[in-house]
């Protein structure tokens, strides 16, 4: 936000990310979302918190454009989600999901070029290839390309479906939405995977940010939600429980209301060392 | 999708085409009648006009240029129709033990045939329609026994393997029994052959056949190739492939509708042929990859090879009689389904492959 000083570039500055407003979703009479308005903000891990059945899936279909608000309505860099046709949507916003098994034998390569298939026609140019190599490369997964992507570890799957996604929306990306900004949402992409990969992967997410690029997460181990996260929401019953910037702000109270458990804070006093502890 | 890989692609569907290539000539010279290839070259040239007629060879010209050469051809765009939309449904259903045999495509297709081969001729509604009721109404028969399963087998866009089976028995049941009824009343004896409609036979190939089957596959297999990608992307599932810019929903009607509209047509020609469908994507699959811009083709090729080397062991197995084939291709394929639910239980529904 350094450019407020720069007169006119403030309203650009402000709509720079996603806004839900006023995010309403219903299904089958159940109020699933309730007037929720919440900003991710552009260059920010932004995560998304919340008990079973508070929404956050909900609100990651409608924030990802898989579905349309019931009411409100959502925009990218101040866009409506609506203006964008799927086919440059699919250039610029990629979703990681929890876990993606295929039931038909196929190359890891194949797997992650297929995060290509928004950009190129009929077949993939030499760019195409290069960037899915580089993807692969940088989840560690460049010895496995020719390896058929069943046999591989639900840990190692991942890791393919996250470069996958990374080649979907590779940022230093000449092609025609280069002056584009990326947005990048993960549904609980970690929970099936052992602690070393999960840190991993949230570690590729964040060396994102750099690249203009918005990161919206929903997870599931607090303790990890708060060290990576720049900007909390915390989604309770459909509405906006919480909402703020340094989660180590968000008041136990609220936690133990939310998540229904008793929590303490144990270790260094509101720094970096602190961790959440939680009794039923 | 590598440059080594699409070289790899390139060579086996050469290889498919030569092999399809020799199947033909073998099929075309093999059965009661046998023609060497010199032979078979002649009538052809006669049957062109580009040579004049040997009158004392019109009876070999004719059985080879008006019973042999449609049966072949026949059998083979049949077998290329029956690869093709068991690689496509299998697809779409995300399941490699799909194919229209069992999801009561080709049953709903020869119900729909079979009620204007009964009822047809007399009855109001196909009288208006001419030539075209019998594809028509199979491709009616076919629509709706393969939306029918369907929707009682996908919830939420995930396909159930065990309720797909059992649906696709119950709507085979119906469909069979509803065939089986008409063929029981009918009075014309053609129509009463019931093993016509369960079993499959190329007996009765003509170029008319012929050419409906071809312009129909020929249409419907253009149209699907350029959904080659699109169906490779619906392998991660329906929401990735929305996330990855396609339409998954207009995608599924529209592939359903062409893969209907392959199958009824074939099935209104020659009746129902089980197990082709299931076994030649399998073997694609194992061989060499599940990209279908290579699939589509190869199974075409594929399905087309075994139908007319099928054909040629029915034709030769118990002379001068014939076996119908569908009963060849069930005694090949049931085995091969069998040990693919086998796979399916031990390795759980997905990546049983590796």
């Known amino acids: 936000m350094d450019k407020r000083?720069?007169?006119?570039?403030?309203?650009?500055?402000?709509?720079?990310?996603?806004?839900?407003?006023?995010?309403?979703?219903?299904?089958?009479?159940?109020?699933?979302?309730?007037?929720?308005?919440?900003?991710?903000?552009?260059?920010?891990?932004?995560?998304?918190?919340?008990?079973?059945?508070?929404?956050?899936?909900t609100l990651l279909r409608v924030a990802t454009g898989l579905v349309h608000p019931s009411a409100g309505s959502v925009t990218y860099d101040g866009e409506p989600l609506s203006a964008f046709d799927p086919q440059r949507l699919a250039r610029v916003r990629a979703v990681l999901s929890q876990h993606v098994e295929l039931a038909f034998?196929?190359?890891?390569?194949?797997?992650?070029?297929?995060?290509?298939?928004?950009?190129?026609?009929?077949?993939p140019t030499p760019r195409d290839r290069e960037i899915v190599d580089a993807s692969l490369a940088l989840v560690g997964m460049s010895d496995r390309a020719a390896q058929p992507y069943s046999t591989l570890s639900g840990g190692e799957q991942q890791k393919v479906q996250l470069a996958r996604v990374l080649a979907q929306i590779w940022t230093d990306d000449a092609g025609p939405d280069a002056a584009q900004s990326r947005f990048l949402f993960l549904d609980e992409p970690t929970s099936s995977l052992d602690v070393h990969y999960q840190l991993h992967l949230l570690d590729v997410a964040r060396g994102l940010l750099e690249a203009r690029c918005t990161v919206v997460a929903i997870l599931h181990?607090?303790?990890?939600?708060?060290?990576?996260?720049?900007?909390?929401?915390?989604?309770?019953?459909?509405?906006?429980?919480?909402?703020?910037?340094?989660?180590?702000?968000?008041?136990?109270?609220?936690?133990?209301?939310?998540?229904?458990?008793?929590?303490?804070?144990?270790?260094?006093?509101?720094?970096?060392?602190?961790?959440?502890?939680f009794t039923l | 999708m590598t440059r080594v890989a699409r070289r790899g692609y390139a060579g086996a569907l050469l290889l498919l085409v030569a092999l399809l290539a020799v199947a033909l000539v073998i099929s075309a010279g093999a059965g009661a009648f046998t023609f060497t290839p010199a032979k078979m070259w002649s009538y052809l040239a006669q049957g062109a006009g580009w040579s004049p007629s040997v009158e004392?060879?019109?009876l070999g010209r004719n059985v080879f240029?008006?019973?042999?050469?449609?049966?072949?051809?026949?059998?083979?765009?049949?077998?290329?129709?029956?690869?093709?939309?068991?690689?496509?449904?299998?697809?779409?259903?995300?399941?490699?033990?799909?194919?229209?045999?069992?999801?009561?495509?080709?049953?709903?297709?020869?119900?729909?045939?079979?009620?204007?081969?009964?009822?047809?001729?007399?009855?109001?509604?196909?009288?208006?329609?001419?030539?075209?009721?019998?594809?028509?109404?199979?491709f009616a028969g076919a629509f709706a026994a393969t939306m029918l399963v369907y929707r009682v087998s996908a919830t939420f866009g995930k396909v159930n393997v065990f309720t797909l089976l059992l649906a696709g028995i119950a709507v085979n049941a119906v469909c069979g029994a509803g065939t089986g009824f008409l063929s029981y009343v009918a009075r014309d004896p053609q129509a009463r052959n019931i093993t016509f409609w369960n079993l499959g036979?190329?007996?009765?190939?003509?170029?008319?056949?012929?050419?409906?089957?071809?312009?129909?596959?020929?249409?419907?297999?253009?149209?699907?190739?350029?959904?080659?990608?699109?169906?490779?992307?619906?392998?991660?599932?329906?929401?990735?492939?929305?996330?990855?810019?396609?339409?998954p929903q207009r995608l599924i009607i529209r592939l359903l509708v062409l893969n209907t509209l392959m199958v009824a047509t074939a099935t209104a020609m020659v009746g129902v042929i089980a197990f082709v469908g299931l076994v030649v994507p399998h073997v694609l699959r194992m061989l060499k990859s599940s990209d279908?811009?290579?699939?589509?083709?190869?199974?075409?090729?594929?399905?087309?090879?075994?139908?007319?080397?099928?054909?040629?062991?029915?034709?030769?197995?118990?002379?001068?009689?014939?076996?119908p084939v569908g009963i060849i291709t069930a005694v090949i394929g049931a085995p091969v389904f069998l040990w693919i639910l086998m796979l399916q239980q031990r390795r759980g529904s997905a990546g049983y492959y590796g």
């Open chain 2, 56 to 58: 004392r060879d019109a």
């Open chain 1, 105 to 123: 034998p196929l190359p890891v390569r194949d797997v992650a070029m297929m995060g290509r298939y928004p950009h190129f026609r009929r077949v």
């Open chain 2, 292 to 323: 279908y811009a290579f699939l589509l083709p190869a199974s075409a090729l594929l399905g087309a090879l075994a139908m007319v080397v099928v054909d040629v062991a029915a034709r030769l197995i118990i002379p001068p009689a014939e076996l």
């Open chain 2, 201 to 247: 036979t190329f007996t009765t190939a003509d170029w008319r056949g012929v050419i409906v089957v071809a312009v129909t596959f020929t249409v419907c297999f253009a149209l699907t190739l350029r959904d080659a990608r699109a169906l490779n992307a619906l392998m991660l599932g329906e929401d990735e492939a929305a996330l990855l810019g396609m339409d």
């Open chain 1, 221 to 277: 181990d607090l303790n990890v939600a708060l060290r990576y996260a720049d900007h909390v929401v915390l989604l309770d019953g459909g509405r906006v429980a919480w909402n703020g910037e340094r989660s180590e702000e968000i008041p136990l109270s609220v936690l133990e209301r939310v998540f229904r458990v008793k929590a303490r804070r144990v270790g260094g006093a509101g720094d970096e060392g602190s961790l959440l502890q």
């Open chain 2, 65 to 138: 240029l008006q019973l042999r050469l449609p049966r072949v051809l026949l059998s083979a765009l049949t077998g290329a129709v029956l690869g093709v939309s068991g690689t496509i449904m299998q697809g779409l259903f995300r399941n490699p033990i799909v194919e229209p045999g069992l999801a009561g495509t080709s049953a709903g297709a020869a119900l729909g045939a079979s009620l204007v081969f009964v009822l047809g001729g007399t009855s109001a509604f196909a009288a208006p329609l001419g030539s075209l009721a019998v594809p028509l109404m199979a």
């Open chain 1, 5 to 57: 000083d720069h007169a006119g570039m403030s309203s650009a500055a402000d709509l720079a990310g996603v806004v839900l407003s006023r995010v309403g979703w219903v299904a089958g009479g159940t109020r699933i979302l309730d007037d929720v308005s919440v900003r991710f903000r552009s260059g920010q891990f932004n995560v998304v918190l919340g008990p079973n059945g508070a929404g956050k899936s």
